[in-house]
């Protein structure tokens, strides 16, 4: 269990913060910590592969930093992920929302793909669906995580994880909608990782900057996501 430990925690957080699918322009405690440009300025997008979704993770300059694809299927049906599955949730309704969280993109014939930056400090998530119904869908799953998960206790193997959530101002350029959530992790009795994570939507496509590194800030997560949206845009 101490193996898995942060691989459940990165999991676990990404998956209550909708890294999978989306994000959502509402969050708890506040309806106008996302923001909304004009219509004039939004940009519908067609579906974008996979093929296309990891030339934009390999070649995009994320604010100095590179980014290598990972296997999404470890995250979807590895230990981590099979762990969350055989958790107790408090609130209960919150293990089905982080498991569709994960299963966004499979679910809703989406794309999906997962980068991890060279030093380990930041991940980011493009996911590309067919329509933005199917996004929309999701942006609306993860507002209700918002809502309903701020605050979460997960029991696995013996171990008691407790997760806070709440949202911060955050603007990405060129994007539709925006949200930025800061999430904190425990696990017995000391913090397991905390982390800051903007998603955007762009059209029918989705992206999640997150810090995964102690010393990362807000305002890291908004620049690594506004490289990804500008990337999105060009490729769409």
């Known amino acids: 269990m101490k193996r898995l430990l942060p691989v459940i925690a990165v999991t676990a957080t990404l998956a209550l913060a909708g890294c999978s699918g989306g994000g959502s322009s509402e969050s708890a405690g506040s309806s106008d910590s996302g923001s909304k440009p004009a219509a004039e300025d939004t940009q519908a997008s067609t579906q974008l592969d996979e093929a296309a979704l990891k030339k934009i993770i390999e070649t995009t ?43 966004a993109a499979k679910a809703s014939s989406g794309t999906m793909v997962v980068g991890i930056a060279s030093d ?7 996911s590309s669906f067919a329509d ?3 996004t929309s869908s999701q942006f609306s799953n993860s507002s209700k995580m918002a809502e309903t998960c701020a605050d ?7 171990m008691e994880m407790k997760m ?41 496509n989705v992206v999640t900057a997150a810090n995964l590194s102690p010393n990362g800030t807000e305002q890291d997560a908004v620049k690594v ?12």
Do not use: H, Y
């Open 152 to 158: 979460v206790t997960m029991k696995m193997q013996g």
């Open 164 to 204: 806070s959530s709440k949202a911060f101002d955050a603007t990405v350029a060129g994007a539709d909608e925006t949200v930025g959530t800061t999430t904190s992790m425990e696990a017995g009795g000391a913090t397991a990782m905390s982390t800051q994570t903007v998603t955007a939507r762009v059209g029918n």
């Open 120 to 126: 380990n400090t930041m991940s980011v998530g493009l």
């Open 61 to 103: 300059d994320f604010d100095g930093k590179t980014f290598k694809p990972v296997d999404t299927g470890a995250i979807d049906s590895g230990e981590a992920a099979k762990a969350l599955e055989q958790a107790e949730f408090q609130p209960a309704e919150c293990k089905d929302l982080a498991m569709a969280g994960l299963n």
């Open 225 to 236: 996501a506004e490289a990804a949206v500008a990337a999105v845009k060009n490729a769409g």
């Open 132 to 134: 933005e119904q199917a």
